[in-house]
């Protein structure tokens, strides 16, 4: 019985980890995904920028995401849809300043707004005396706040609702604090019109007990040297140093709902919430509201007011410049239309001129086939000839004529000579060659039939001879 007992809890735990699984893959894919990306040339520091800016966005962002020069926005928009990426965050740089414009896919709407200052994760981690970054506060979602941001207006509504969108919803009833590791504020300064955006990492720490106890919960083993017993340890926290000074009270003391990880935060009881900022710090003023993706109509714009005729040649314009694209476009289709067509024929066109040239190479080496034939029975009978007389020469016998077969009665191909072509026997061929080509040199004909030698140059001789003579002296 108990091992029946073991096998159901077992097969119950595998279930609940299955069920789990799916649940996780469904909130990933519910989520709100985004690209960060940077235009043009910015700078390092702005680049720098951008990977702080994924830092905040995880883990629903593409951390390790390259940009390469050429990339356009139409690179980004073909990748987004299979992945499921929701919003884009892209740094651009002006002559004016910096930009950083927020758009929603696929169609809208697009806030820039101008950075008027900004500091680095790595200045902002420096200036603090203990930080507080591990990589286990990058593995959950921040949690969102927006402050001063319940006011008049179309753009704090749409401002409010893309911040919203950027990250996930949180179900209250449900949520774990353990997974709550991370903040992001948004906060509007009406005196100025400026929004300040900064990153929080969250800790809890335990209240109502001494600096000692507090140290001893969190396994730092004290100095006790200067103590006679361990109650003035305990009791008496003025020897402690003041940089572990915390500024706790009721402003961020609560009563946990659930234990958390840390040491000494059990479900009912107080705790104090600290943030401890991780960067990076910006500080952004809106400055337009694009209704489309990075080229819609202006629904908002910060310093310039446009009338309503304005407005409408603007409206009037913009038509006339997408019935022109519609235009364009249509022209370009019927183009490649054509030119296909076209392609076809010519395919067509050049299989039927192959394959007549093929039917005419089938004929003509029908024709020449016979000839060849004949050529190869030739070459094997002058084989067998060579053959049978080797054998004769060398056994002295003649030869059975299995192994050297009777040549072929088939008539030959080859043109027959005629009769009165090459009767004559080669020795008076070649006297009759010789004396049409005429005499040597050195003889002359007479007027006989018979060949007479010239006579010698006797002068030329003898001094040919003298000068020999002179040669040997």
């Not at 649940?23 to 894919?29: A, G, P, T, Y």
């Not at 356009?72 to 300043?97: C, M, N, Q, W, Y």
């Not at 949520?175 to 800790?203: A, G, M, W």
Request: charged fraction near 35%; proline fraction near 5%.
């Amino acid at each position: 019985m108990a091992r029946k007992g073991k096998g159901k809890s077992k097969a119950k735990k595998t279930l609940k980890v299955t069920s789990n699984k799916i649940l996780e893959h469904s909130q990933i894919n519910r989520a709100p995904h985004s690209f960060v990306v940077h235009r043009g040339l910015v700078g390092s520091n702005i680049r720098q920028l951008v990977v702080d800016m994924r830092k905040v966005m995880e883990p629903y962002t593409a951390s390790n995401l390259r940009v390469h020069r050429k990339n356009v926005l139409k690179d980004f928009l073909s990748v987004a849809g299979p992945l499921g990426v929701t919003h884009i965050l892209a740094f651009t740089r002006s002559e004016t300043g910096i930009n950083f414009k927020v758009s929603r896919l696929p169609r809208g709407p697009t806030l820039t707004f101008r950075i008027k200052s900004y500091c680095l994760s790595k200045d902002v981690i420096s200036s603090l005396k203990r930080h507080s970054m591990y990589a286990q506060q990058f593995e959950n979602h921040p949690l969102l706040v927006l402050n001063n941001f319940a006011r008049e207006g179309l753009h704090f509504k749409l401002m409010s609702t893309m911040f919203q969108n950027m990250f996930p919803s949180i179900n209250v009833n449900k949520i774990q604090l353990n997974d709550i590791r991370r903040c992001v504020l948004f906060n509007f300064d009406p005196e100025t019109n400026l929004i300040d955006f900064r990153h929080y990492s969250i800790k809890i720490v335990p209240v109502g007990m001494s600096r000692g106890v507090k140290k001893l919960i969190q396994t730092k083993i004290p100095n006790m040297g200067r103590y006679h017993d361990v109650s003035e340890y305990l009791l008496n926290p003025g020897y402690l140093s003041e940089s572990e000074a915390e500024q706790d009270g009721p402003h961020n003391e609560v009563t946990l709902p659930q234990t958390v990880k840390s040491r000494g935060n059990i479900a009912a009881h107080q705790s104090a919430v600290r943030l401890i900022e991780i960067g990076p710090r910006m500080t952004l003023q809106l400055l337009k509201i694009e209704e489309g993706l990075w080229d819609g109509e202006v629904i908002y714009h910060e310093f310039i007011q446009k009338t309503d005729e304005e407005i409408a040649e603007i409206k009037k314009r913009k038509a006339k410049k997408r019935k022109l694209k519609e235009n364009r476009r249509k022209q370009q289709e019927q183009n490649v239309e054509k030119k296909k067509l076209a392609r076809d024929k010519q395919k067509k066109k050049s299989l039927a001129g192959m394959k007549k040239k093929e039917k005419e190479e089938d004929e003509d080496s029908e024709v020449e086939q016979p000839a060849a034939d004949s050529k190869v029975m030739d070459e094997s009978s002058n084989d067998d000839l060579e053959d049978a007389d080797w054998y004769r020469k060398e056994v002295g016998e003649e030869p059975d004529p299995e192994f050297f077969p009777v040549k072929s009665t088939r008539p030959s191909l080859k043109r027959k000579m005629k009769s009165s072509e090459n009767t004559k026997p080669k020795k008076q061929k070649f006297k009759e060659e010789k004396a049409s080509k005429g005499p040597k040199k050195g003889f002359q004909k007479n007027k006989g039939s018979t060949l007479t030698a010239k006579k010698p140059n006797l002068k030329k001789k003898v001094h040919f001879q003298q000068k020999k003579g002179k040669r040997k002296q």
